[in-house]
Structure formats: C-alpha cells, structure tokens
Nanobody, 113 residues
Framework: QVQLVESGGGLVQAGGSLRLSCAVSGVIFSIYTMGWYRQAPGTEREMVAT???????NYADAVKGRFTISRDNREKTVSLQMNSLRPEDTGVYYC???????WGQGTQVTVSS
C-alpha cells in the first residue's frame, strides 16, 4: 500500500520561502512520476509541479521561476522549494504518486500579506 506523508508547511510572510517534503513508502518509488498539488478554500485542486523518474519537470504558469520540485530516489522523497511566496499561494499542498493516484494527507501553507 502506498503511503505519502507531507511536511514543511506553515505560516510565512509574502516574499518568504518554505520547503515542503513528501516521504513515500510502499512502492518502487523511482519508477513513478510525482507531483505537488494545492487547493485553496472554495477552489478545485490544481497541479503545481510534477517530476518524472528521469527528473523531467513541469510547472504551473503561476509558480514558474519561483518554485522548484526535486526528488531523491534513494531516500524516496520529493520536495518543493517555494520562494517569493505570495498570498495567492495559500492553500493545502498535497503530494501525489501519479500513476497510482495516491495522495498524502496535505500540509497547510499560509502566506500573509
């Protein structure tokens, strides 16, 4: 059974930085495309960034140049470095193992203006 556990959320002022991490167990981690998604109150969950097992990345236009996704296949983790945070980045951030559609429980990110 796939398990994903996020950490690293919190409260930060606009312009600040946070680093999210997701620890994965129960799968052959290196073969999966991993993603970070977010959901703000009253909105649908949206893709933030994805990374293939090769390390190819894809970002939502809203975060390009500010966020960086990375992975460590040996440690079975995927991270999201978030810089120059804006109030509109506020939401619950989820880690996802895309091919098996497994999600973590989410971690709250709040950016104050």
């Amino acid at each position: 059974q796939v398990q994903l556990v996020e950490s690293g959320g919190g409260l930060v002022q606009a312009g600040g930085s946070l680093r999210l991490s997701c620890a994965v167990s129960g799968v052959i981690f290196s073969i999966y495309t991993m993603g970070w998604y977010r959901q703000a109150p009253g909105t649908e969950r949206e893709m933030v960034a994805t990374i293939t097992y090769h390390g190819d990345t894809n970002y939502a236009d809203a975060v390009k140049g500010r966020f960086t996704i990375s992975r460590d296949n040996r440690e079975k983790t995927v991270s999201l470095q978030m810089n120059s945070l804006r109030p509109e980045d506020t939401g619950v951030y989820y880690c996802r193992a895309i091919q098996v559609n497994s999600w973590g429980q989410g971690t709250q990110v709040t950016v104050s203006s």
